[in-house]
């Protein structure tokens, strides 16, 4: 694993060094495209979209695909949002975010002292909140999709059915997780054996889950047999989803995050993803400086983007959680008065320390096993979809005769304010589990226009790191001129408030830089296995053509005509 690692930085950094006139360009489509962590997704996304269905049909398919051939991450077990950009440019957002049970409660991850149980919210039966991409997809269908719905699924299907060739670095992953396979689940499951790559991957038990949802719909998963299959697995292993925490799950249609960033029309995810503002805080507190003038991942690059990413993730540590549940100031985080206030600190001379930033004064991190999709229809209509188990495989519970993976969502609640989740991030009581409510999320989706016209399509896995892996890519393309796949390949750095450091990928910075960085203050973790999201993202040209950018950090491929 880590020499495939080793070999992904290495084209990373090849690409990095490739100069203008003979810089990396992805696959270049005439009308339609769909990006995604797989090209068995991809091209099913992509086949929806020349047989004439729009950019919602492929959403429907490219999601149910992603849940055959891309187990780690693509779900229907899961859930996530989706940010959309009609030809019109009307736009719309929709959250199907997995919801804590019923009978979920504050302290439920709790011992007798007050104390979190290490792992009870992030593996096994008890991880798991009530799914909502199977509710998202018959949501997106009943209000946009065109083709019949049986012949959204039926690819899907035969996916499962017929199988698929397992690459290398899913064998890894797969193999690197048997051993908590065996532990989350009281027998043996499909994917509990040794794999290598080329192998044929036959998911009946998944196909038939998707034949049920393919001829009833929603209540193909949250009634009948694919319920009673969840709700007996569930009872079977001490969990606590039941009938009735099925049947109640809604996907919600919620009014997105819009702002303006030197004349472009960012559209992102509203809460319960924190992306969309986070996403405007840090471009918000960027935006009064000529970046023309700074050069690309230079110290002073670094810094600026550092210390604007330190205050707004102090912001969603304390602010932030589901607006149905809590009164979050969105208008005044985002406020030009306030975001001046909260850069009145920063100075170029040093770092300023997290532990001296605390939240702003107004009147999660799921892993890289998210997923990330983009698509652009033939008649200029915009999906930018995220969606998740939270960790790889999610609770690793197999739901036993259905064949499809449950979350571990319950994770990106504050067990308890001020303690950091598996990934770090730190939340209050804003984020406190309540029955019903949806967990905090870092997913950030998101549409980008210039002049009312469609400019990009972008977003990414990455737990935390999401929101500044979108946000890079982002000012990749709108202040240094980059194309869409050499913006994916570019090396990425993170920070997050706590814990104080800045994340970077190997081998993409070079020595001055860092050492320039530390001067300042900053300390630096740099590792060969560390990855920093992988970008699926759809790049307008001006001649109207589309590139797309698909990430080298995974076996993601764009597919188009």
Known sequence: MKKLLSLVFIAILLANCTTKENKVVGLIADQAMVVSARVEASQIGSDILKKGGNAYDAMIATQLALAVVYPVAGNIGGGGFMVFRHHDGKSGALDFREKAPLTASRD????????????????????????????????????????????????????????????????????????????????????DKEWKEGDLLQQEELAQTLERIRDNGRDGFYKGKTADLIVDYQKELGGIITHKDLESYKAIWRKPIVFDYKGYKITSMTLPASGGI?????????????????KHNSTKYIQLLTEAERRSYADRAHFLGDIDFVNVPIDSLTAPKY????????????????SDVSHGNVLGYESNETTHYSIVDKDGNAVSVTTTLNTGYGSKVLVKGAGFFLNNEMDDFSAKPGVP????????????????????????????????????????????????????????????????QESVNKARFHHQWMPDNIRMEPNGFDSITKVNLKKLGYEIIERNSL?????????????????????????DAAVGF
């Open 108 to 191: 439920m991850y709790l011992d007798k002292e007050g104390n979190v149980i290490p792992g009870k919210s992030s593996f096994g039966v008890h991880s798991s909140g009530v799914p909502g991409s199977v509710a998202g997809i018959v949501e997106v269908y009943k209000k946009y999709g065109s083709l019949p719905f049986k012949e959204l699924v039926q690819p899907a299907i035969d996916l499962a059915r017929n199988g698929f060739k397992v690459t290398k670095n899913q064998a890894n992953a797969l193999n690197g997780t048997r051993k908590r396979f065996e532990k989350a689940n009281n027998y043996k499951i499909l994917f």
């Open 531 to 555: 990855i920093i999201g992988r970008v699926d993202a759809i790049l307008v040209l001006p001649n109207g053509k589309l590139e797309g950018g698909a990430d080298p950090r995974g076996d």
């Open 278 to 294: 986070c996403l405007a805080q840090i471009l918000k507190s960027i935006e009064p400086y000529d970046l023309s003038n700074i």
């Open 339 to 354: 975001i001046k206030e909260r850069m009145s600190t920063f100075s170029w001379d040093k770092a300023t320390k997290s």
């Open 421 to 484: 989740n598996v990934y770090g991030l730190l939340g209050s009581s804003a984020n406190a589990i309540a029955p019903e409510k949806r967990m905090l999320s870092s997913m950030t989706p998101t549409i980008v226009e210039k002049d009312g016209k469609l400019k990009m399509v972008v977003g990414t896995p990455g737990g935390s790191t999401i929101i500044t892996s979108v946000l890079q890519n982002i000012l990749n393309v709108v202040e240094y001129d980059m194309g869409m």
